[in-house]
């Protein structure tokens, strides 16, 4: 094989991970990991994987929770607190199938929730969640599903009333070519942290966001961050950074915006070409309709920068080529909805909407698929069959969902009813990290009949199933990584054999529908490399119909690799729209940008008006809770994943995560370095590791998401989290009546000093040992 590569005498094989394309081998025992060649600015997650490939937290035989082993299905408290039996292949699939059988007959499949959300592994067809959904299409008929996502819940519901689908917004718009070229001045609402772009699902084989802002800040392109944290944007972008109170980017933008009307600088032209609904807008900006003035002064007094500041960054934007970047952060927080949409309405009134490394980039540098040029030929993905249920929900409504059967709630102009659910299966994804509010998710847990769970590692999620079944990671297995954003199409090796008796989605898929008389509905009659050749396939016809050298699949495997034609770097649907508003209208109801919304207006919902207005925080610093917290995004791994993996570990100290808190804020506590805290608030506590740092704004405390949750007493309905998981304090509300999108980014709490005998970290321990 061509592609093997001797390097210290390790013959390396290529592989693929959503942080990365990279090539590994083994020397002795031990993996090595090392970065694609082509990579210039490689992530260090890549290196989570020696150690977590054969880690006691990996799940090595089918599990079966007592209780339901004793007692059969039904809500049941005892989940999360139960004792594990292990059994066979043959007893774990025969159960299940008798059970998705009894689900299906009595209750039919609108009763199973298979939403399963979750990124999974980056390659093609072994991609867990595809796996799931397609079974239960094609074997069960069908499943109640989610829509929109944990990252984009509000803009993905917003954008499409306002400007177009989020899509054409974030991937096909302003690139970092263009910002290198041409972007003056970059507003960086919640900065471009390079710890997330390190990151995009199905694989980044180059990580350019670095180098391209120091080659844009080298040439003058001034760049601003927005936001509480100053490392959100890299050293390299030599940024200014204004400090800003959490959840109020909405009323720095309006003074921003009234600036621009009072001195005259708004673009009245490109308004009244391109916009529809300005002069509804107008009289809230000016004060018009409620005797308040958005103006400097006034935004100054929320977000807490100074009003001079403001005005000179509206006059600063309005002088120059200005881009407005939003991290989606902003909108995974409560009116989530209002900042994007207020970002969409200031990029208008400077009149940059659809000019080269101008105009309004969502989401940019939030993860490496934005600011990329687009593959100009489609690659395979597992299909997903036909799903006889027509109900959703907005993803992050699972615990309601399960709370709440047969409850009524708003969506999107919609009024929806929850369905009564039996059964849920997961692949691919851990609630138990996504989820807000995770004691009241335990609840919404124990009220189903069945809980299954396709694992590799001992997640709480797997420990709070039913069924339990282990699967195979990435490199256990051969697949295909590539992205519709990323120019290589990655040849994944497999680097191990399968750990203990776990298997792939796949094939444990393959046996349950054969147990449910579906087998071929399922497999079509493929095996695993089968799919992988067919996959394949759609991607070299593509390259062969425009006339390129298209190599067969064993050209590719061999060489490890294959380069895809790319798309030009042409500026999608607002540059065409610019160029021609009446030949490429917007995909709008008026064809234009709407800065008020007849659609949004007509749902006559108050917490999301016709046109986007300041709507201050519901969950606000108040004596019992003065702190805010912000729960974003690891460096140290993608989410939950591998967190027992060698980066993510090394982070932490006494093993829990690192909270980061302002010096100032420390001192009041009386908390020291490395002192073990407490944070807690109304819904529950957690404890990790105080670090003091400058690079937070006072006020402000800084824990990632990503650490197991570890409850210290699981037999307690509020337990504490003695590892470091967020999501025991965050609130679990909808954005808003329009999105119902996740709001997890934000919450309010308080710290201590944590003085009590520390409790053991026991998350990756496996139950019962
Ligand atoms: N408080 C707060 N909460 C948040 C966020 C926040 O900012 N703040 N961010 C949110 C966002 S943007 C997101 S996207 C979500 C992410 O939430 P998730 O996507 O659910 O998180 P992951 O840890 O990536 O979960 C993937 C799971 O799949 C498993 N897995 C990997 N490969 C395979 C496989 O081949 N087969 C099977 N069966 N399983 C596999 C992994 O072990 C892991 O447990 O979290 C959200 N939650
Ligand atoms: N290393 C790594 N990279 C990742 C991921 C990961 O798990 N690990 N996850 C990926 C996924 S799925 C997603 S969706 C993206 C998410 O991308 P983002 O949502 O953009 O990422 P976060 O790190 O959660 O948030 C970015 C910053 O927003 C700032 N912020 C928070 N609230 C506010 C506010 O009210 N105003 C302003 N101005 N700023 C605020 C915080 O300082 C925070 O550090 O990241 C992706 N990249
Ligand atoms: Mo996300």
């Known amino acids: 094989m061509s592609e093997v590569k001797e390097r210290n005498d390790v013959a390396m094989k290529p592989h693929s991970s959503h942080w ?33 490939l054969r880690h006691r937290a990996r799940i090595a035989t089918p599990m079966v929770r007592k209780g339901w082993l004793e007692r059969g299905p039904g809500p049941d408290r005892m989940r999360g607190r139960d004792e594990f039996v292990a059994v066979s292949w043959d007893k774990a699939l025969d159960l299940l199938a008798g059970e998705l059988k009894r689900v299906g007959e009595a209750h039919g499949p609108g009763s199973i929730f298979g939403g399963s959300y979750g990124w999974a592994s980056a390659g093609r067809f072994h991609h867990a969640q595809s796996q799931v959904h397609r079974f239960l299409n094609t074997v069960m008929g069908g499943y109640v599903r989610s829509v929109n996502s944990y ?4 803009s993905a519901v917003i954008l499409p009333h306002v400007i177009g689908p989020m899509d054409p917004v974030a991937k096909r718009n302003v690139t970092w070519g263009q910002i290198v070229e041409h972007t003056g001045l970059c507003l960086a609402f919640g900065g471009m942290a390079v710890k997330n772009s390190a990151v995009a699902s199905g694989g980044v084989s180059k990580h350019i966001e670095r180098p391209s802002m120091k080659a844009a800040a080298e040439r003058g392109c001034r760049f601003v961050l927005i936001g509480p944290l100053k490392d959100d944007l890299p050293e390299e972008a030599r940024a200014e950074w204004l400090q800003i109170h959490p959840g109020t980017d909405t009323a720095l933008m309006l003074g921003m915006a009234h600036t621009l009307v009072a001195e005259g600088l708004h673009d009245t032209a490109f308004l009244a070409k391109f916009c529809t609904g300005y002069d509804r807008f107008e009289p809230y900006l000016l004060g018009r309709t409620d005797g308040q003035p958005k103006d400097a002064a006034w935004a100054a007094a929320i977000c807490g920068i100074p009003a001079a500041t403001i005005a000179q960054l509206a006059r600063d934007a309005a002088a120059t080529r200005t881009l407005i970047t939003m991290a989606h952060s902003l909108q995974r927080a409560e009116h989530g909805e209002q900042p994007v949409w207020m970002a969409v309405v200031l990029a208008a009134m400077l009149g940059q909407h659809g000019l080269p490394g101008g105009g309004f980039n969502y989401a940019l540098g939030s993860i490496a698929h934005y600011g990329k040029r687009n593959a100009a030929v489609p690659i395979g993905a597992l299909p997903q069959g036909r799903n006889t249920v027509a109900d959703f929900i907005p993803v992050a409504r699972i615990s309601d969902l399960l709370l709440n059967p047969g409850g009524t709630y708003d969506y999107n102009g919609q009024q929806r009813r929850y369905a009564d659910i039996r059964l849920v299966y997961w692949a691919g994804g851990n609630p138990f990290h996504h989820h807000q509010d995770l004691n009241r998710l335990r609840r919404a847990f124990a009220a189903v009949d069945t809980l299954v769970v396709h694992e590799t590692a001992w997640t709480a999620t797997a420990r709070h199933a039913d069924i339990v079944l282990p699967c195979t990671m990435t490199l256990e297995r051969e697949d295909i990584g590539g992205s519709p954003q990323d120019d290589l199409l990655i040849a994944m090796h497999r680097l191990a054999e399968p750990f203990g008796l776990s298997r ?13 008389g579906k087998e071929d509905a399922f497999t079509e009659g493929r095996d695993a490399q089968g799919w992988l050749r067919h996959l394949y396939e759609k991607t070299r016809a593509a390259i062969a119909a425009r006339g390129e050298p298209a190599p067969s699949f064993e050209e590719f495997w061999e060489a490890g690799e294959l380069k895809l034609p ?5 500026g999608g649907i607002v540059r065409a729209f610019r160029d021609d508003p009446a030949g490429h209208p917007l995909p709008t109801p008026s064809g234009r940008i709407e800065i008020f919304s007849e659609t ?5 919902y108050p917490d999301c008006p016709g046109h986007p207005a300041f709507i201050p925080y519901g969950d606000v610093p108040d004596a019992r809770q003065p702190l805010w917290l912000v729960a974003n995004q690891p460096a140290t791994r993608l989410h939950s994943q591998l967190d027992f993996g060698g980066t993510s570990e090394n982070a932490k100290r006494r093993g829990r995560e690192v909270m980061r808190i302002h010096p100032r804020d420390a001192a009041a506590r009386g908390i020291a ?11 529950g506590a957690c404890l990790a590791s105080a670090s003091l740092s400058e690079a937070l704004m006072p006020g402000v405390v800084q824990l990632a998401t990503g650490a197991w949750y570890d409850p210290e007493d699981p037999a307690e309905d509020n337990p504490l989290c003695v590892h470091g998981n967020p999501n025991v304090l965050t609130r679990d509300v909808g954005t808003s009546r329009l999105a119902q999108g996740c709001t997890g980014q934000l919450t309010t709490l308080e710290v201590e000093k944590f003085t009590g005998n520390l409790p053991p970290v026991r998350a990756w321990d496996p139950p019962g040992g």
Do not use: C, T
């Open 566 to 570: 790319m798309e030009e770097d042409d």
């Open 20 to 52: 990365g394309a990279f090539r590994a081998g083994w020397r002795g025992d031990e993996l090595v990991v090392e970065p694609h060649p082509a990579d210039p600015d490689p992530s260090p997650i890549l290196q989570n994987f020696p150690k977590a």
């Open 600 to 604: 949004i207006y007509g749902f006559g």
């Open 151 to 154: 990252s984009a819940g509000a």
């Open 504 to 516: 792939d989605d796949y094939s444990i898929f393959a046996d349950l529908a054969a147990r449910l």
């Open 673 to 683: 370095e490395g002192d073990i805290v407490r944070l807690f608030n109304e819904r």
